[in-house]
């Protein structure tokens, strides 16, 4: 079992987390986005850790194998985002996506936020199994708050109470 640790983000990781998240998108999942399709990305901080929001990394030997960003949108609301894993590193064996995950919800019911809010892509099965998993339910696009800010690549929604 490989040993990890979760930590907020800091700049230093900005390559690095840029590098994993492409080749995920890119190779993996052969999604046709470039990185100045997700402007986010160049300025987590901006985007992310605003409000009762935060990002965060799981880092395995100085190098980045975990993202997940939280987006506050108001009223007690947020949006999950940029949660990827690398492929090595997946499954409840290493427990990567499930503790960064547990970071976002330890964050959000400690910053008062009452419900997340999340879109992926249909590729991302996996995922899916994943968030249903953790207590997220499907919904429809026309049941997400004003405020969200959908991804052009969203097909499908979730919805979990923050606790």
């Known amino acids: 079992m490989s040993e990890f640790a979760i930590y907020e ?12 998240i492409l080749e995920i998108q890119q190779q993996e999942f052969e999604i046709p986005i470039a990185r100045e399709d997700q402007p986010d990305l160049e300025n987590i901080s901006r985007y992310y850790q605003q409000g009762n929001g935060n990002f965060w990394v799981a880092v ?9 960003g939280l987006i506050d949108i108001g009223n007690q609301q947020a949006a999950l985002r940029k949660m990827f894993v690398k492929a090595a590193f997946r499954g409840s064996e290493y427990g990567v996506a499930q503790a960064l995950l547990q970071e976002l919800f330890t964050w959000s019911a400690a910053n008062g936020l009452k419900t997340v809010y999340l879109g992926t892509t249909d590729k991302f099965k996996a995922a899916q199994r994943f968030y249903e998993k953790n207590g997220f339910d499907r919904i429809e696009k026309a049941a997400l708050p004003t405020e969200f800010p959908v991804m052009k690549v969203d097909t499908v929604f979730y919805r979990a109470a923050s606790n």
């Open 9 to 20: 983000y800091e700049s230093k990781y900005k390559e690095d987390l840029i590098a994993m």
């Open 60 to 68: 395995h030997e100085e190098i980045v194998v975990g993202t997940i």
